[in-house]
Structures are given as structure tokens and as C-alpha cells.
């Protein structure tokens, strides 16, 4: 199957990118710095096709939309900068709205859309209020639909949580009678995530929501 992803070059991104292209699928990952930083990237990474091109602007990747089976939208911010225009409001909501719309548009048959459960300490409100308006948006439309709700992805080359942090919660995440105690907000590894989110995007046994306990199922 054909599988694109938004934000393939990402954290979270590029291990769905690189379990698709493991399992033999075609791949295409649409962001705007186009492929991930070499350092990065395997072997696997030659067997994506990498778009350079703006979620905002849908004619740069509208094309590569078409014999799509399966969009997982993983872009998302934790920090903004509203003078650049990147805000909670516009890049965890208005972004995966507009990728949804373009997806059903091109007759995408499934849409898996990263989320969070909760808001980060210190982050507005604004962050998770924008995710939840998409999520609404997304499950109203005529696709397939998936929503992951995550709690604190940690992982190497975690690019939002400074490096004591992740070493937190990689240490509180990889005790289960630990991790099971922040019930829905539990922390999860990338590697974790990335397989669950594949699997959303490639099974059809999964529809709905996907809460933290559900996650960690796919360790």
C-alpha cells in the first residue's frame, strides 16, 4: 500500500516512515525541510520519496496525494513563535484540519492523526485545545479515521524535552508498574509510538481512539 506522512522527516514521523519502507510499502513523507538530517536516517530513508513543501499550501503536495491509501499526520509543536506564524492554534490544529480535507479530497481511505493527551507543564492551554478541534474535524469526515493520544514521547534525538527530562521519563517509561500509575499520561517511548501509529496506518482492525494504555499495547 502507499502510505504518505506529514512531517515524515520528525520524530515521530520517521519511524513510521521507516517501518513502511521495512514491511515493503511505498512511501512518501511531505515536510518542509524534506528529508531528515543525515545523521538521522538509515539505509531506509532512499526509499522514501522526501517533499519539500508547506502543509499550508496543498498545491505543492496535492499531487502526491493521488493512489494514497493512508495519511498519518504527525506534525506538531510545543513551542511557538507567532512572529513566523507558528502557533498552537495554527500548527496543532489548522494544519492537520487542512491535511484531513485534502486527504479525503484525494479519496485517501485512511487518516491517522497524532495527537497528545494532555497539555505539556509550562505550555499554554492553547496546544491541546488546537489538537482536540482537530481531532473533532478529522472524525467527522469520510474516511477511515485514527487518533493517537499519547503521553510524553521520549526517545534519542527527542528535539522538544531537554535532555534530562527525557532521560525521566525513558526511566520512568521503562518500568510498567511505574509508568502504569499516570494512567492515560504515561510516558512512551518512541519507538513505541512509531509502531503503533504504523499499525493504525496500515490495519484496518483499528478505528477511533487510541489513549496511552492502548499505545503501550505495541511494545
Not at 134 to 146: C, I, K, N, S
Request: aromatic share 6%; hydrophobic share 40%.
Amino acid at each position: 500500500m502507499h502510505i504518505l506522512v506529514t512531517g515524515g522527516n520528525g520524530f515521530i514521523g520517521r519511524q513510521v516512515c521507516r517501518r513502511a519502507v521495512e514491511a515493503g510499502h511505498e512511501v512518501t513523507s511531505v515536510a518542509r525541510s524534506g528529508p531528515p538530517d543525515p545523521g538521522k536516517r538509515g539505509d531506509w530513508a532512499d526509499d522514501v520519496a522526501w517533499i519539500a513543501a508547506d502543509v499550508f499550501s496543498p498545491h505543492e503536495y496535492r499531487e502526491h496525494l493521488r493512489g494514497v491509501d493512508s495519511v498519518v499526520h504527525s506534525i506538531g509543536i510545543i513551542a511557538e513563535q507567532p512572529g513566523a506564524g507558528v502557533t498552537f492554534e495554527r500548527v496543532n490544529g489548522d494544519a492537520g484540519i487542512l491535511v484531513a480535507l485534502e486527504a479525503e479530497r484525494a479519496g485517501v481511505d485512511r487518516f491517522v492523526y497524532v495527537s497528545s493527551s494532555t497539555t505539556p507543564p509550562t505550555v499554554r492551554r492553547a496546544y491541546i485545545e488546537a489538537k482536540r478541534r482537530a481531532e473533532a474535524a478529522v472524525e467527522g469526515l469520510d474516511m477511515e479515521t485514527v487518533v493517537l493520544r499519547p503521553g510524553p514521547v521520549y526517545g534519542p534525538d527527542q528535539p522538544h524535552f531537554p535532555p534530562v527530562l527525557n532521560r525521566l521519563l525513558a526511566a520512568v517509561g521503562r518500568f510498567e508498574v511505574v509508568a502504569g500509575q499516570f494512567g492515560d499520561d504515561r510516558p512512551l517511548s518512541v519507538e513505541t509510538v512509531g509502531r503503533a501509529t504504523y499499525a493504525c496506518a496500515v490495519g484496518d482492525e483499528v478505528e477511533g481512539r487510541l489513549d496511552g494504555p492502548d499505545i503501550a499495547a505495541y511494545r
